[in-house]
């Protein structure tokens, strides 16, 4: 590897235990289909948060709750970087066949988990007051919002820790024990939360609270799976885990995947907070639709876990027809899935709203605008899979420039189109964003295969 941070993105050195492997429309789906069905269980759980919520039928607690998730997420999915970046280097490290650099990887990330959750949770209080200026909604809003983050945050150390053990685990392809992992966090996170927000009342704490929960399980599940396979394997040395040249690559990688993160979720920060302008039945009904955004995301998310996964063994293993192979592939899936996800929603999308809340007023307004969230899949199908194939091949540098070529087209089309057309308008910015994503990254996959997996 070159010891310098802006040449990280290059592929290490040759190995002679590479591992050489042919990509099969099998090998995709192994990894794809239990990552699809663990991604899944994540818009079931802000599915459930919502309609225990929206139970209470005021549209306040809905807009509190759909605003506090979106700066806890904004935060959280800042260090997403300690999952995505942790794939990309165990699969190119297994691509190699290197044992001991899985295992440096993954504890180089957990340290930098459980560290930055600690400070997180030491600055919840101004999180907590610099995400209720941001939204700046109305009164009873700014209250939920501010109750759900506090809370929330408490479970900042395990939820990072997560993070990087999920990182880990699908570096590896390990897509069953992915899913194992996924279910135990948001099956306790929605089994914790029905029960702590309708059973015992307490409404959008109890929500809150069972998310600290199912965090706090998913750790201790996690860490103990990690920790008794790691008993089995030879350590790496002190020295390996200090290494200078793996921690700058480690830091530039996870820089560029953090920028990349924190950009796409201001867009949807933005897109929350233009939402808010526009009124709080507005907040309302584009937090219901949201989660049919995150429902079309999972269902591409697991075949851009592939990519990400077959990409960054490729890479490792210096296997050009591999990596062309998982790219094609792993895309072509994803646009059948991003157009079952469309009519999914399209034929069922009223019925689900229905059910997520009892305001009449919420039903109403959702339903004009469904279409919209519905071709979310369609028109973010190419930014999701070229996302897994520039993270699995840690190509962060050209991900975060293309991010931010096209966040500026968005707040372009945010400032403009909602001034003509209202909600429709910010919807219509969303979906400007999403396909420039997809395509800017698609123009730079050539140049960059090319150097890549250019013979020395």
Request: charged fraction near 10%; hydrophobic fraction near 55%.
């Amino acid at each position: 590897m070159d010891a310098k941070p802006e040449v990280v993105n290059e592929p290490s050195a040759p190995q002679g235990n590479q591992r050489a492997f042919v990509v099969t429309h099998r090998l995709i789906l192994s990894i794809a289909v239990p990552m699809t069905l663990a991604y899944l269980t994540t818009p079931l759980l802000g599915l459930t948060d919502t309609a225990v919520v929206g139970q209470f039928g005021d549209p306040a607690l809905l807009g509190g709750l759909a605003a506090g998730a979106i700066i806890f997420d904004l935060v959280f999915a800042s260090f997403n970087f300690l999952r995505s970046g942790t794939t990309g280097l165990v699969a190119q490290a297994y691509g190699r066949g290197d044992a001991r650099a899985e295992q440096a990887w993954f504890w180089r990330a957990y340290a930098v988990s459980l560290v930055s959750g600690g400070l997180l949770l030491a600055a919840a209080p101004l999180i907590a007051f610099l995400g209720a200026w941001f939204i700046d909604g109305e009164a009873a809003v700014t209250e939920a919002l501010r109750t759900y983050v506090l809370i929330r945050l408490l479970s900042a150390p395990m939820a990072l820790a997560n993070y990087a053990i999920l990182g880990y685990v699908l570096g590896r392809g390990e897509g069953m024990r992915g899913l194992f992992l996924q279910i135990v966090l948001n099956g306790c996170n929605i089994a914790l939360s029905v029960w702590f927000g309708l059973g015992l009342g307490w409404g959008i704490e109890g929500v809150a609270w069972g998310t600290v929960c199912g965090e706090a399980v998913a750790f201790l599940v996690g860490t103990t799976m990690v920790m008794r396979r790691f008993a089995r394997l030879p350590r790496p040395r002190r020295s390996e885990l200090l290494d200078a040249t793996a921690l700058r690559e480690m830091f530039a990688v996870n820089r560029d995947i953090m920028i990349r993160s924190f950009v796409l979720l201001s867009a949807f920060a933005l897109f929350a907070r233009q939402g808010a302008q526009l009124g709080t039945l507005t907040l309302a009904v584009n937090a219901v639709l949201l989660n049919f955004f995150l429902v079309a995301g999972y269902f591409l998310d697991g075949f851009a876990t592939a990519a990400e996964q077959l990409a960054g063994r490729a890479v490792g293993a210096r296997q050009r027809q591999s990596f062309v192979d998982a790219v094609r592939l792993s895309s072509l899936w994803g646009f059948v899935m991003a157009g079952l996800a469309a009519l999914a929603m399209l034929g069922f999308g009223n019925g689900i709203v229905a059910i997520m809340t009892t305001a009449q007023e919420v039903r109403a307004g959702a339903a004009v605008y469904l279409p919209w969230a519905a071709f979310t899949a369609a028109s973010g199908v190419l930014a999701f899979q070229m996302d897994g194939v520039y993270i699995g091949a840690t190509w962060s540098r050209d991900m975060r420039n293309m991010m931010l070529l096209s966040f500026a087209l968005f707040v372009v089309a945010l400032i403009a189109l909602p001034q003509w057309w209202g909600n429709h308008g910010l919807w219509a910015a969303l979906h400007v964003f999403l396909i420039a994503r997809g395509l800017s990254l698609t123009a730079v996959l050539p140049g960059r295969i090319r150097r890549t997996f250019a013979t020395p």
